[in-house]
């Protein structure tokens, strides 16, 4: 059973840019959840999408944007990149969501903004 | 506000020693998760509580409710165990709220 999929794994860009991430979730799960983790601040929730549909979203600007595709898959944006977005950013997918679900997470893909 | 609290922030260990790490958090859960994450990024759930005790292989996670804290031990701690273990508690969303992390480092 493959698991949870990112891309890419590395990108660097430069501030102003915008930049788009993949995820692509176990097949079955129908819950993707994103996170941003940097050494200053750990990991924090991005967004979480559930059948299409944003369904929890964290307490960042509105740069940071996401979609799900009816296969599950998920995307996410940064617009207007600023240096302090370099993080590595991760997704993870369960079959439902909620705290109370065993989540599996991505490699990862860490951005450098320059 | 939730918060998740762990300690030690960072852990040396030779082979072969019991380890403990320690998370408390401050509002009630649903679940408690154990996480590990080597470096490279790659994040593994190690357990997945929400009262009592797991064991899996040489790892223990134990949870008390009343004292809202949780532990996850290693017993007999190898090199290959050196990574980053974090813990997480249910925000008020359905997400997870992260710990700082505990890094452990195991000399051979």
């Known amino acids: 059973k493959a698991g949870v999929t990112q891309t890419p794994r590395y990108l660097i860009k430069t501030r102003g840019q915008q930049v788009t991430l993949s995820c692509s979730p176990i097949s079955g799960h129908r819950s993707v959840s994103w996170y941003q983790q940097t050494p200053g601040q750990g990991l924090q929730f991005l967004f979480e999408?559930?059948?299409?549909?944003?369904?929890n979203k964290g307490n960042f600007p509105g740069r940071f944007s996401g979609r799900q595709f009816s296969n599950s898959r998920s995307e996410m944006n940064v617009s207007t990149l600023e240096l302090g977005d370099s993080a590595l950013y991760l997704c993870?997918?369960?079959?439902?969501?909620?705290?109370?679900?065993?989540?599996?997470f991505g490699q990862g893909t860490r951005l450098t903004v320059v | 506000k939730n918060e998740v609290e762990q300690s030690p922030q960072n852990l040396t260990a030779q082979e072969g020693e019991f380890i403990t790490i320690n998370c408390s958090y401050s509002?009630?859960?649903?679940?408690l998760h154990w996480l590990q994450q080597h470096p490279g990024g790659g994040i593994v759930s190690l357990f997945m509580?929400?009262?009592g005790k797991k064991k899996h292989g040489r790892l223990i996670a134990t949870i008390n409710i009343q004292e809202k804290h949780s532990s996850l031990h290693i017993t007999a701690s190898h090199p290959r165990d050196s990574a980053v273990y974090i813990c997480?508690?249910?925000?008020?969303?359905?997400?997870?709220?992260f710990g700082k992390g505990t890094k452990l480092s195991v000399k051979p």
């Open positions: 509580l929400s009262s």
């Open positions: 999408y559930f059948s299409e549909t944003q369904r």
């Open positions: 993870a997918s369960s079959r439902t969501g909620g705290s109370d679900t065993e989540a599996f």
């Open positions: 997480a508690d249910g925000g008020s969303q359905g997400n997870l709220i």
């Open positions: 509002v009630g859960i649903s679940a």
